[in-house]
């Protein structure tokens, strides 16, 4: 019997408390039904408010994972989270493409962990241009998109269709602003107040991937992304959220 679910991927860490990465993301894709499908590009010792250490998985390791997985399933839309390095990211972009060339792909560039750890220090400016002509979108917060904006030395709009996230933002804190073809849309928060989550932003990413992979236009899919998002950060008041659309 065919499967009538649209199959997505994540290539995402693993944290041992389900709050943010690989796990997170499908219990996000599982609440959106969808296929959910997962790779894994680091192993990390954390819990929810601590990061003590981080073990990156190579890319022969992360493309191993991918293989079978391509080999037998059209996989629509692909989020991917930490990841090593550019270089590394780029190799795996390009079996992805090569696999299917049809694929959306949605990066949250995790630069450092919600409890402080920082992954990634230089970056290659040409190789991220390289990089981003293949991302469908990519989910920056406001400091992120800063730091991806000195590298380049000109506007990320101007490579990627962006989602910037408010959560950081203190020019329109909460709201996000959607830059699809450099055309930008404020997306509004639709509660007052929010629960901080650890994860947040795998959870928002992994929904938009989610939505896309549904139909959705970018647009709309960001806007359910955020609602979803928003009702998981105010599941309880700890720093590890329920999912339940």
Not at 78 to 94: A, H, M, Q, W, Y
Request: aromatic share 8%; charged share 20%.
């Amino acid at each position: 019997m065919q499967n009538k679910r649209p199959v997505v991927l994540s290539i995402a860490g693993l944290d041992p408390s389900g709050g943010a990465g690989l796990l997170a993301d499908i219990k996000t894709f599982e609440q959106h039904k969808v296929v959910g499908f997962g790779a894994c590009s680091a192993l990390t010792c954390q819990n929810d408010s601590e990061f003590l250490s981080i073990e990156w998985v190579d890319a022969k390791g992360v493309i191993t994972q991918l293989a079978p997985l391509f080999n037998k399933f059209t996989i629509s839309t692909v989020k991917i989270g930490i990841i090593r390095d550019l270089p590394l990211l780029s190799e795996v972009i390009i079996y992805i493409k090569r696999a299917n060339s049809d694929v959306k792909l949605v990066w949250d560039p995790v630069l450092k962990a919600s409890a402080g750890f920082s992954f990634h220090e230089q970056w290659d400016s040409k190789l991220l241009k390289d990089i981003l002509d293949h991302i469908f979108l990519i989910t920056p917060n406001f400091n992120e998109l800063g730091n991806l904006n000195r590298v380049l030395e000109e506007d990320l709009i101007k490579y990627a269709n962006v989602l910037l996230k408010g959560g950081h933002n203190p020019e329109l804190p909460g709201i996000d602003v959607i830059y699809e073809h450099q055309l930008a849309q404020e997306i509004p928060s639709g509660v007052r107040e929010i629960h901080q989550k650890h994860g947040s932003g795998c959870v928002l990413s992994s929904a938009i991937t989610a939505r896309l992979a549904q139909g959705y236009s970018l647009l709309e899919a960001c806007r359910l992304a955020k609602a979803y998002t928003e009702t998981f950060l105010n599941s309880n008041s700890t720093l590890l959220g329920y999912h339940n659309l």
